[in-house]
Nanobody, 119 residues
């Protein structure tokens, strides 16, 4: 099992920056991919950024060049640096882990952290 706890959300003006943090505990060595997703009311949860165990990253087109995902394996942390924030970035952001458990791919979610960008 993998447990995730996000922090760092808040209210920021358009053009500002925020850094989200995700603390990872449990079977951390079994994790293959860590990711950040966002969700707005009435819509599906969507991937914002992902990073695999080799350090390769992937981003949604809407955040390329503005957001950066990183992971610190020694501290069991994953971060999402968000720059040049826009009102449309307003959402609940969730940390996600994809890992092997008993030979089966499983995933865990954090509780989410609210990011609000004012215009």
């Amino acid at each position: 099992q993998v447990q995730l706890v996000e922090s760092g959300g808040g209210l920021v003006q358009a053009g500002g920056s925020l850094t989200l943090s995700c603390g990872v505990s449990g079977s951390t060595l079994s994790i293959n991919v860590m990711g950040w997703y966002y969700q707005v009311p009435g819509k599906e949860r969507e991937m914002v950024a992902g990073i695999n165990s080799a350090g390769s990253t992937k981003y949604a087109d809407s955040v390329k060049g503005r957001f950066t995902i990183s992971r610190d394996n020694d501290k069991n942390m994953v971060y999402l640096q968000m720059n040049s924030l826009k009102p449309e970035d307003t959402a609940v952001y969730y940390c996600n882990a994809l890992y092997l458990s008993g030979g089966i791919w499983s995933e865990s979610w954090g509780q989410g952290t609210q990011v609000t960008v004012s215009s």
